[in-house]
């Protein structure tokens, strides 16, 4: 099983701040990865795919970037709403999801 | 918009079964798998396995294979997902995703609790 592991486990930023988060994987998936924003009482929302990609009405402050084992959501201005969980998914080999990254907006 | 609509919070005793629903709109439900994943308190989301909505092909992840069924009604556009035997263990917010390959949309959740 190819395990996910995202840091940090939480970040608190600014609103206007930018924001890095990091998923790494245990073996090489490609860019088989999605990233995912999860808020209080909601289903997750899918934000990048194909590890790059901005899934679509994802506004562009939010970007992907990484390949084989390395991986980074940015986003580059944050807003209050960015508030959440965020996860990163791989599809390589099955479907594995990471632990997450709490964002707290101050 | 693409939508998916899930049956709502089911409550169980320990050894029961559950079934959650999955109603899909706005685009051809037949045309996209339909994947189950679940989220449990302190644990990951965990994928449980995905329904071919045209042919009713299946597969299952190794944790649940024997213990859940996935089906589908495409006169309604609507999957189900059975889980049998439950235990505490399977008390959890359970979804169900369109596979495009990637998860999109999600369904609202289902929650899911057992009790002794």
């Known amino acids: 099983e190819i395990v996910l592991t995202q840091s940090p486990g939480t970040l608190s930023l600014s609103p206007g701040e930018r924001a890095t988060l990091s998923c790494r994987a245990s073996q090489s998936v490609s860019t088989y990865i999605a990233w995912f924003q999860q808020k209080p009482d909601q289903a997750p929302r899918l934000l990048i795919y194909?590890?790059?990609y901005r899934a679509t009405g994802i506004p562009a402050r939010f970007s992907g970037s990484g390949s084989g084992t390395d991986f980074t959501l940015t986003i580059s201005s944050l807003e209050p709403e960015d508030s959440a969980v965020y996860y990163c998914q791989q599809r390589s080999n099955w479907v594995t999801f990471g632990q997450g990254t709490r964002l707290e907006i101050k | 918009q693409v939508q998916l609509v899930q049956s709502g919070a089911d409550v169980k005793k320990t050894g029961a079964s559950v079934t959650v629903s999955c109603k899909g709109s706005g685009y051809p439900f037949s045309d996209y798998y339909i994947w189950w994943l679940r989220q449990a308190p302190g644990q990951r989301l965990e994928w449980m396995g995905?329904?071919?909505?045209?042919?009713?092909?299946?597969n299952y992840a190794g944790s649940f294979a024997g213990r859940v069924t996935m089906t589908r009604d495409t006169s309604i556009n609507t999957a189900y997902m059975e889980l049998t035997s439950v235990t505490s263990d399977d008390t959890a917010i359970y979804y169900c995703?369109?596979?495009?390959?990637?998860?999109?949309?999600w369904g609202q959740g289902t929650l899911v609790s057992v009790s002794t």
């Open positions: 194909d590890a790059s």
């Open positions: 995703a369109r596979g495009t390959p990637w998860f999109d949309p």
């Open positions: 995905w329904i071919n909505p045209k042919t009713g092909g299946t």
